[in-house]
């Protein structure tokens, strides 16, 4: 009687994996669990010590090279459902007049009016998505990031009508379908839950830097503490002219370019 | 009192099970949505809120304005509307659970819907709207109900009945605030982020919610024999033409405004739903119908020759719902998010479990205010024999 | 006909009201869960010394550790969870999956014999997605 019903509660979940999770195990040779260390840092950290940023040198990104974003959704087992209704994303590319559509567009230069510009998170200081959350799944973290709690998330979708950046997807169907080559260090999101850049939390937590500005082969990326006036990026952002996206909305963006 | 309901005649019934009828086959669309997931609606990524979040703020819209008898009745004591106060709070009471029911479709995983309670947030306007809706459902369900029964005993209503419905005054108004608040405090979404957005959303609510319970009046008329009185119609039509001229007013002032000052991110939308955006005018004819219709039939109620008469009436009643009902659902949610922060124009069309969840929704709400109906009218009939 | 009507009223009312009573008593009961032990895990010997809590306590209470686990790594960022022997764990279902995944079946096993259906799995790898 119990085997019977063992055997087949494992044929039922074994057909639920096969279904929710096929294509993983299918696909990955090395399948296990990252052990566990731990973290970079030991205790509570103190709120506002830190504010992690980015600088994106856009004269040094490559029209066709799409590396960053590659390695950020396969890394974070970012969706692809090959529609752009449904589409998900963290980060991607988009032309110069899209990405700052109230910037300067009277005879910018065809260099600048043709580049295509990288559009993420910006994480910012005086976040509207954070502030529209009814639920507190969406917070500012105490070292800058807006950070999702996909525990808590009710996909009212309040965040992506009050982020005027479009930087929030939604998943409109189950995610695990549609991830082509999963990685097994990150876990996915579920049906219903709305997702976006974590400035890599994940990796900051062990010490590494985000995933995109590693694979920049032009080392375009620059991130750093914006609160520490020794950083890099506080040094390039001090010797150079740089932009933010819409600083006219007051959110005050952690992200920078240079164009 | 509620068993007065279970007692009618074939029409009553035959109507009664068609819209269980369309609940059933909302509550499948649903089950559908369930299942896999909101893929199955025409949102998307750009245009996140669609058919289900427009709905929503009609309705609230509708249920805000049962203030417009309640507040003469009580506070001026007009006695004309003694006897529509409270088809007005019946019907704010199934337009509140009806707005609450769209947000509950809308919601992406609605098993956590009580962490809005668990982790109340007060810097988010959905927690103040979640507050103000259930309060005000409650309020005009606990009114209306002891007036009535109060009616029927032919006794005077319990004392603690006039404080609750004087609270529910300012409480209609802060209802449909809140529910503006949610959209114009955004950043960057320009057709939303204005000032007059909450005055405009109070002036369309108490033109459509006044003309919609002149129907409804006229409706019982006819299927009942119950009148409301030729008094009170009259009053109320003046009541939703000056709402709907306010409305029209506060349009103006926002095409004033966008055009004027010639700011693209303020034109945009507005330039998108009047008169479309790079060739892409999904929405242009309906937004024109919608501006005719609405002056068309201000037009008429403000004519006394034409809406004393029943039919001019109830075709300027339809219109200027209808044409509100466009404006303020597919005009304004629609509209808000083209284009979308990376400037880009996306259509929208809903989908068929997406009419049909809604279908089903309004099925329910006209459900209910079928049955509360049922029982004002008996309790009313019961009394005048 | 007035009376009958109240008495076939007040006779509904009853059946009812019982009918409700043998559900809600029908769910909610637990007798015979104590007395039909609760299928081992064919446990591959795991030192159960290494976790962090006694064995009966987590039987009890490892949806609150979880739960609170995720709060303080997610939200604060306290992510180190010290022992009550002073030993220190990161806060992550990894590190109870590090030995715990041994058995495929670990977690299922019990969840499906006391019917109740976390959604981890929804998101997080299970023991049973693990070769």
């Not at chain 2, 506070?75 to 707005?99: D, N």
């Not at chain 2, 304004?332 to 997406?354: K, N, R």
């Amino acid at each position: 009687m119990m085997n019977e019903q063992r055997r087949e509660f494992i044929k039922k979940t074994a057909l639920g994996v096969f279904a929710g999770f096929g294509v993983a195990s299918g696909l990955v040779p090395a399948f296990s669990l990252e052990k566990t260390v731990l973290p970079a840092w030991d205790e509570k950290p103190v709120p506002g010590k830190i504010r992690w940023g980015m600088l994106i040198d856009m004269r040094k990104c490559k029209e066709d090279c799409q590396q960053c974003a590659a390695v950020c959704h396969h890394v974070h087992n970012v969706p692809d459902f090959r529609n752009k209704k449904d589409e998900v994303k963290w980060m991607w590319k988009n032309p110069y007049q899209n990405v700052f559509p109230t910037a300067s567009q009277q005879f910018v230069s065809k260099e600048i009016k043709d580049r295509s510009c990288l559009a993420l998170c910006n994480h910012c200081a005086e976040s509207p998505c954070t502030k529209a959350c009814p639920t507190e799944a969406t917070f500012k973290r105490w070292d800058g990031i807006v950070a999702m709690d996909y525990h808590r998330c009710i996909g009212c979708r309040f965040c992506m009508a009050a982020c005027p950046y479009g930087s929030r997807s939604f998943n409109w169907q189950d995610p695990r379908m549609a991830i082509h080559d999963p990685v097994t260090t990150y876990p996915t999101r579920e049906q219903g839950v709305v997702e976006k850049c974590n400035f890599c939390s994940d990796r900051l937590v062990k010490g590494q830097r985000p995933a995109c500005t590693e694979a920049c082969p032009e080392q375009a990326l620059t991130f750093g503490d914006l609160n520490d006036p020794a950083s890099d990026i506080r040094q390039l952002l001090e010797t150079n002219a740089t932009m933010q996206r819409k600083p006219e909305l007051g959110t005050k963006p952690s992200v920078f370019y240079i164009i | 009192m509620i068993e007065k309901a279970l007692k009618g005649n074939r029409s009553y019934w035959i109507w009664i099970a068609f819209l269980i009828a369309v609940i059933g086959i909302g509550l499948s669309a649903y089950n559908q949505q369930r299942w896999f997931g909101l893929t199955v609606t025409g949102m998307g990524r750009d245009i996140s809120w669609g058919l289900y979040i427009a709905q929503f703020t009609f309705l609230v819209g509708v249920a805000a304005s049962a203030v417009m008898v309640v507040l003469p009745y009580y506070l001026h004591h007009q006695k004309e509307f003694a006897k529509t106060v409270i088809i007005g709070e019946f019907m704010a009471v199934s337009a509140t659970l009806m707005s609450m029911l769209f947000i509950l479709a809308d919601m992406g995983r609605p098993d956590r819907l009580l962490n809005i309670m668990l982790y109340p947030s007060p810097h988010s306007m959905v927690f103040w709207d979640l507050m103000v809706l259930s309060g005000y459902l409650v309020m005009n369900l606990v009114s209306s109900w002891a007036m009535l029964g109060a009616e029927r005993k032919g006794a005077q209503p319990p004392a603690w009945v006039k404080p609750l419905v004087y609270l529910s005054i300012p409480w209609a108004f802060s209802v449909h605030t809140v529910t503006a608040f949610l959209y114009a405090g955004m950043p960057g979404r320009h057709l939303w982020l204005t000032a007059v957005l909450a005055p405009r959303f109070l002036a369309s609510a108490f033109a459509a919610g006044t003309a919609l319970l002149i129907l409804v009046s006229l409706i019982l008329k006819r299927t009942t024999g119950f009148d409301t009185g030729k008094e009170a119609r009259a009053k109320l039509t003046v009541l939703a033409a000056y709402a709907g001229l306010a409305n029209i007013f506060f349009l103006g002032t926002e095409f004033f405004t966008a055009f004027y000052s010639n700011v693209p991110a303020y034109k945009e939308s507005l330039q998108y739903l009047f008169f479309g955006l790079d060739g892409n005018c999904q929405f242009v004819p309906l937004m024109w119908f919608s501006l005719i219709s609405g002056v068309a039939s201000i037009g008429v109620l403000l004519v006394p020759k034409l809406r004393n008469s029943t039919k001019w009436l109830v075709g300027a009643c339809s219109a200027l719902v209808l044409s509100i009902w466009i404006d303020k659902g597919v005009g304004l949610i629609l509209g808000g998010f083209v284009p979308s922060p990376l400037q880009e124009i996306v259509e929208y069309t809903p989908t068929t479990t997406e009419i049909c969840v809604t279908l089903g929704i309004w099925s329910i709400g006209i459900l209910l205010l079928t049955l509360l109906l049922k029982v004002f009218v008996a309790v009313k009939m019961a009394n005048e024999q | 006909m007035e009376v009958m009507m109240t008495r076939s009223k007040l006779l509904w009312m009853i059946a009812g009201s019982a009918l409700l009573l043998l559900i809600l008593f029908s769910v909610f009961r637990k007798g015979e869960a104590e007395t039909v032990p609760a299928p081992a895990p064919r446990a591959v010997a795991v030192d159960s010394t290494k976790c962090i809590a006694p064995k009966e306590f987590m039987r009890a209470n490892h949806m609150r550790v979880l739960y609170e686990w995720r709060n303080s790594s997610v939200r604060e960022g306290n992510r180190v969870h010290v022992a009550s022997n002073g030993s220190r764990f990161e806060k992550s279902l990894n590190t109870c999956l590090g030995c715990h995944s041994n058995n495929r079946m670990f977690c299922f096993n019990c969840h499906s014999y006391a019917n109740v259906k976390p959604k981890c799995w929804n998101c997080h790898l299970s023991p049973m997605e693990t070769p």
